[in-house]
């Protein structure tokens, strides 16, 4: 397995159809991220649970997934499980945040995850940001569609166990979810970091990588 690196890291984008995606899917990574680079720039959108404690939850989780970044979160109030039907909405608000920003790295569902909303918000993010590293994150669930990830950020077992913590602490309303705890967390971390030689590890889908070999 080769390592490749994105190079300098000054700005992402993390985005997700309902709060608590992006930390389920990526949270290990932001950790990582964000302990590397102080001030790093993270600008996070998530389509649905405004106005609702569930936004709340959102704001706490993702200050504590990013410590010391420049965290800059927008929750729209699309309505949970209809974003097919509400697909201009969605689109718009992509597009707005793309005008918005030009980030090295863009943290997403995968178009292939089973759940509509997350898979619409993935075909949007694809045709936004065309120029940009795409990395579409997993959510395990009862629909079981965890396929073969491309890509692999590995995670120290401090960095995984913090991830599991934070799930557990700031996102109350879901812990009634039969797949909602630790060991399905841990778990998965455990099997992706098994396939890149790592202890944990989150796993991504990179569509498209454009390589520089000889540079």
């Known amino acids: 397995m080769i390592a490749l690196g994105a190079g300098r890291l000054d700005r992402i984008v993390a985005l997700g159809?309902?709060?608590?995606?992006?930390?389920?899917?990526?949270?290990?990574?932001?950790?990582?991220m964000c302990?590397?680079?102080?001030?790093?720039?993270?600008?996070?959108?998530?389509?649905?649970g405004g106005g609702s404690e569930r936004e709340q939850e959102e704001r706490a989780a993702l200050a504590?997934?990013?410590?010391?970044?420049?965290?800059?979160?927008?929750?729209?109030?699309?309505?949970?499980?209809?974003?097919?039907?509400?697909?201009?909405?969605?689109?718009?608000?992509?597009?707005?945040l793309r005008a918005q920003s030009d980030p090295d790295v863009v943290l997403a569902p995968r178009t292939e995850d089973?759940?509509?909303?997350?898979?619409?918000?993935?075909?949007?993010?694809?045709?936004?940001?065309?120029d940009h590293l795409v990395l579409g994150y997993e959510i395990v669930k009862w629909d079981g569609d965890l396929g073969r990830p491309t890509a692999y950020q590995p995670l120290t077992p401090e960095t995984a166990e913090q991830k599991v913590r934070l799930l557990q602490e700031h996102y109350p309303s879901q812990r009634h979810r039969p797949w909602y705890d630790?060991?399905?967390?841990?778990?998965?971390?455990?099997?992706?970091?098994?396939?890149?030689?790592?202890?944990?590890?989150?796993?991504f889908a990179a569509t498209k990588v454009t390589l520089n070999l000889g540079g």
Request: include cysteine.
């Open 114 to 130: 089973a759940h509509q909303d997350h898979r619409g918000l993935a075909k949007l993010v694809t045709t936004a940001f065309r």
């Open 17 to 32: 159809a309902h709060c608590d995606d992006i930390a389920i899917g990526a949270g290990g990574t932001l950790l990582t």
């Open 182 to 203: 630790r060991e399905a967390f841990l778990g998965l971390a455990r099997i992706r970091g098994i396939e890149c030689h790592a202890r944990y590890a989150e796993a």
């Open 35 to 48: 302990l590397a680079r102080p001030g790093l720039r993270v600008d996070a959108l998530v389509l649905s």
């Open 64 to 96: 504590a997934f990013c410590p010391g970044a420049d965290l800059r979160l927008t929750v729209r109030k699309l309505p949970d499980g209809r974003l097919p039907a509400h697909w201009d909405e969605a689109k718009a608000a992509v597009e707005e």
